[in-house]
């Protein structure tokens, strides 16, 4: 099984700054992997898939970067909405997920 | 439009066995790639894969649940099936289904439905 690991567990950021979150591989999944964001008593919403390509309908301000066991998310200019826990996930071999990265306000 | 939406008891006792459904709408499991999976998100924890099953009726368990887990599907009344079988407390968590592509990740995912584990 592929392990994914998060940092930091929270991260607090103010409004209009930029947060930078990271996701770790076992081992390499090349760029399958996913970002999805999570608001309390909701469902994951996809943002980022193949590492850097950004869902329909995600605004402009997520990136993702990274490849192997090496994995960014870069939310800029954060907004009131952003303030969700986040979670990768690969997809290369058997899903796994990595246990997220709570963004709260600061 | 794809939408999915996750059917089955709330509350299950010790050792009994759970059965879940996925009904969904927009797309077709007889489609070429298409998937269905089950993830589910103790309280307050990590999202954790359960299984995938694929319009070619190919299907993934996960490696430490496999032997609890059963997943099939219906086609024509465009359901999928989750069975997990010896309920603990610890199962308590909030099923999803999602939609796959294989090779993927979920990109629809149903609201969820909390099952409680308790005596």
């Known amino acids: 099984e592929i392990v994914m690991t998060q940092s930091p567990a929270t991260l607090s950021v103010s409004p209009g700054d930029t947060a930078t979150l990271s996701c770790r591989a076992s081992?390499?999944?090349?760029?399958?992997l996913a970002w999805y964001q999570q608001k309390p008593g909701q469902a994951p919403r996809l943002l980022i898939y193949?590492?850097?390509t950004r869902a329909t309908g995600v605004p402009a301000r997520f990136s993702g970067s990274g490849s192997g066991t090496e994995f960014t998310l870069t939310i800029n200019s954060l907004q009131s909405e952003d303030f969700a826990v986040y979670c990768c996930?690969?997809?290369?071999?058997?899903?796994?997920f990595g246990g997220g990265t709570k963004v709260e306000i600061k | 439009q794809i939408t999915l939406k996750e059917s089955g008891p709330t509350l299950v006792k010790p050792t009994q066995t759970l059965t879940l459904t996925c009904t969904f709408s927009?797309?077709?499991?007889?489609?070429?790639?298409?998937?269905v999976g089950w993830i589910r998100q103790p309280p307050g924890k990590a999202l954790e894969w359960l299984a995938l099953?694929?319009?070619?009726?190919?299907?993934r368990y996960s490696p430490s649940l496999k032997s609890r887990l059963t997943i099939t599907k219906d086609t024509s009344k465009n359901q999928v099936v989750l069975t997990m079988t010896n309920m603990d407390p610890v199962d308590t968590a909030t099923y999803y289904c999602?939609?796959?592509?294989?090779?993927?990740?979920?990109?629809?995912w149903g609201q969820g439905t909390l099952v409680t584990v308790s005596s």
């Open positions: 999602a939609h796959e592509s294989r090779n993927s990740p979920f990109d629809y």
């Open positions: 927009g797309f077709s499991l007889s489609t070429s790639g298409v998937g």
């Open positions: 099953i694929y319009w070619d009726d190919d299907k």
């Open positions: 081992q390499s999944v090349n760029s399958k």
């Open positions: 193949d590492a850097s």
């Open positions: 996930q690969q997809y290369s071999i058997r899903p796994t």
